[in-house]
């Protein structure tokens, strides 16, 4: 709508021109809202990053949305949790949105896919290979030169 119309009784508006609400349109729709404001109310659908019913708080710097301003609801991708912590930089793919639990990179493991780390594998996996769950070498390596050197650091 492009014009105010009124009651000509009482005087309160019956529609609002866009992006205004209130009994005599004299309130504007905060920049929060996705779409226009009620006209009753000023409550609104909020864009990401604001919430509360007129959308004119802003959620903590990382959320996309959230339920007030330290407590997300959702995260940008590669983060998790009420406060959108990132992921380990060693996941194959972002982590859970809500635990953090990931799939590791080839050369880490987590503990049955329950841990929000990943965990490199032990020095003496062959090719740093290791079972993804577990940690134990799919390859190890039995040289007993290759021993010395990894525990005492000399030949």
Known sequence: MFLNSCDKINGSCLS???????????????????????????????????????????????????????????????????TCDECDQNCADACDQNTGHCKCKNGYYNSNGSESKCTACPKTCQDGSCDPLTGVCVREYYSPLYFDVFNTGSL
């Open 16 to 82: 609002c021109k866009d992006g205004y609400w209130g009994d005599s349109c004299q309130f504007k729709c905060n920049n929060g809202c996705r779409i226009e404001c009620t006209q009753s109310t000023g409550y609104c659908i909020c864009k990401d990053g604001y919430f509360e019913n007129r959308c004119e708080d802003k959620c903590f710097v990382k959320c996309k949305t959230c339920n007030s301003s330290t407590v997300c609801t959702t995260c940008p991708k590669w983060f998790w949790g009420e």
